[in-house]
């Protein structure tokens, strides 16, 4: 699907660093959220056994989750002095770290909750037009092999809040531009991370939470916090899914670091998709079945939370960065926030789809002058740029230039399959000269 493709690419760069000595023993995966939480209990597990039956057992990762190694706030110190080899970095809980990957988390997207749209756009902007991201990386000693944003935030709380002055004075977890926003709607932010979200909900420290859904399930707030109010206010990300120790990175082989980079692609689709989509609605579902928890709809008053902060986020967010020492936050977020429009029709062409190639058992090849892949199965593949985008709009029309043609040199003849309209299709039959002689190449 598009973001594995486009995770591929940008990490593709990546790749070019120098080979250090080989690696000789198990790198540590460390993960500060639960093992019950879905990229601990799905994701990881998967991508683990993928990269250790891909180098025949040379590379072995150990996840150690809980935050046994680093807490939400120390892992990007652990990956950096090398105490873990990788892990999830959250850069809202250390935004003098990595300051121009906060400017694009910390910016809240609004409207339809689409998290393969913010994913794709957020991983676009990192890697493609953000140079700063970049180097800041690099001065972390870190590589980012995987990335995603969540679906849109809600308010789950200890009571129902059905209005604007149900808000006031309210205790509620939340970091970077959702503090902000909350703060405008009169409730009290606590930059606690999810996992210290649990126990001062549980000792009152807190009255809500404001995070996705499903969080609600695998961090156990549903305990306590039994209403979920049904208003979506913003996504956010990119959480940094594989925050990669740089020499570890460079002690692998080239054939390594390509495994790692086609796993890493398929972590970014796996989570925006199988977490903050399908599993999210079940846990909804979960919830309100084995905890109680309550859908608490919402008056229209709600409109003015996002209404009002997306009329300062902005500049707030800019000041922010430039506080950091970001030389040019408004480029990175100017861009952000475009391709996010830009990718929500991607969206709805990719569904819920993880890997179209795997589904239906084909193989992915590269092409030699454009990006996107040849199909190994397929008798002819034809490589195309895009020459004319003027018909688009008005008649669904592109006008492609073929740049290369590969063809099978095998079979001779090989069965085609033809559309006859009326959702009927015909497959070739047996070849024939007999009507040769009728032939004349003017006729094509």
């Known amino acids: 699907m598009a973001i594995n493709r486009l995770v591929l690419l940008a990490v593709a760069t990546i790749a070019l660093l120098p080979v250090g000595p080989a690696?000789?023993?198990d790198l540590v995966f460390g993960s500060w959220t639960p093992a019950q939480e879905y990229q601990n209990r799905v994701a990881m597990p998967e991508v683990f056994r993928n990269i250790e039956k891909d180098t025949g057992g040379v590379i072995k990762w150990k996840l150690i989750a809980g935050g046994q190694i680093a807490d939400g706030k120390t892992t990007f110190t652990a990956v950096k002095d090398g105490l873990m080899q990788a892990g999830l970095g959250i850069v809202t809980y250390v935004p003098n770290v990595i300051p121009s990957v906060y400017a694009i988390y910390s910016t809240s997207i609004f409207g339809e909750s689409d998290p393969v749209a913010a994913s794709g756009a957020?991983?676009?902007?990192?890697?493609?037009?953000?140079?700063?991201?970049?180097?800041?990386?690099?001065?972390?000693n870190s590589v980012v092999l995987s990335g995603w944003t969540t679906s849109a935030y809600v308010l789950t709380c200890r009571e129902p809040l059905k209005t604007l002055a149900d808000l006031k004075g309210k205790r509620v977890r939340a970091t970077g531009g959702n503090a902000e926003m909350l703060k405008m709607a009169g409730m009290v932010p606590v930059g606690a991370t999810l996992v210290e979200a649990v126990g001062l909900l549980q000792r009152g420290g807190l009255d809500c939470q404001h995070g996705i859904i499903d969080w609600v399930r695998t961090f156990g707030y549903g305990d306590v916090a039994k209403y979920i109010m049904d208003y979506p206010l913003g996504l956010s990300g990119p959480a940094l899914g594989i925050l990669m120790n740089r020499d570890a990175w460079k002690a692998l082989t080239p054939e390594q670091r390509k495994i790692h980079v086609k796993y890493g692609a398929w972590l970014s689709a796996k989570m925006?998709?199988?977490n903050f989509v399908i599993s999210n609605e079940e846990a909804l579902n979960t919830?309100?079945?084995?905890k109680g928890v309550q859908l608490v709809k919402v008056g229209n008053e709600f409109d003015s939370i996002p209404a009002n902060y997306k009329k300062v986020q902005r500049e707030s967010n800019i000041a922010t960065a430039k506080g950091f020492g970001v030389k040019d936050p408004a480029a990175i977020i100017d861009y952000y926030e475009q391709a996010v429009e830009r990718w929500r029709p991607v969206s709805r062409g990719i569904g819920r789809d993880i890997d179209k190639f795997a589904e239906f058992g084909l193989t992915p090849k590269p092409g030699t002058h454009v990006r996107a892949p040849l199909i190994g199965e397929c008798f002819a593949n034809f490589e195309c740029r895009l020459i004319d985008?003027?018909?688009?709009?008005?008649y669904s029309l592109f006008v492609l230039e073929v740049v290369k043609a590969h063809v099978a040199t095998s079979p001779k003849y090989p069965k085609t399959m033809h559309y006859r309209g009326n959702g009927e299709f015909m497959i070739?039959?047996?070849?024939?000269?007999?009507?040769?002689?009728?032939?004349?190449?003017?006729?094509?």
């Open 23 to 25: 690696l000789s023993a």
């Open 122 to 140: 957020a991983l676009e902007t990192m890697y493609l037009h953000c140079p700063s991201c970049l180097e800041e990386l690099q001065k972390q």
């Open 272 to 274: 925006a998709i199988g």
């Open 287 to 290: 919830v309100m079945k084995d």
């Open 389 to 394: 985008s003027s018909l688009i709009r008005k």
């Open 428 to 444: 070739s039959g047996e070849n024939t000269r007999r009507y040769r002689r009728l032939f004349r190449p003017e006729m094509l």
